[in-house]
Nanobody, 113 residues
Framework: VELVESGGGLVQPGESLRLSCAAS????????MSWYRQAPGKERELVAL????????DYADSVKGRFSISRDNAKNAVYLQMHSLKPEDTAVYYC???????WGPGTQVTVSA
């Protein structure tokens, strides 16, 4: 099993980023997919979740209206579109499969002026 995140980086407040996660080694279309994040000194938190069939999503209150999760089961990929980024969004973002069964190594997102 492998999950590889990409798309992180340094952006200014108010800007956008799109994270991608490439999955392999399991039947991607059967797994709910999530994005978690962990900021320095804070616990890991769920940011966004999408069911296996893509019909349902859920978001942390702090990102509702700004972030959007999507997936492409044909490409074994999941995405996190982030708009109106804030300094408090700074964290390592992780792609997660299933009930936190599989984790990627994470990608750093830094929002700073």
């Amino acid at each position: 099993v492998e999950l590889v995140e990409s798309g992180g980086g340094l952006v200014q407040p108010g800007e956008s980023l799109r994270l991608s996660c490439a999955a392999s080694g399991f039947t991607f279309s059967r797994y709910a997919m999530s994005w978690y994040r962990q900021a320095p000194g804070k616990e890991r938190e769920l940011v966004a979740l999408m069911t296996a069939d893509g019909t349902m999503t859920d978001y942390a209150d702090s990102v509702k209206g700004r972030f959007s999760i999507s997936r492409d089961n044909a490409k074994n990929a999941v995405y996190l579109q982030m708009h109106s980024l804030k300094p408090e969004d700074t964290a390592v973002y992780y792609c997660v499969a299933g009930l936190r069964e599989y984790w990627g190594p994470g990608t750093q997102v830094t929002v700073s002026a």
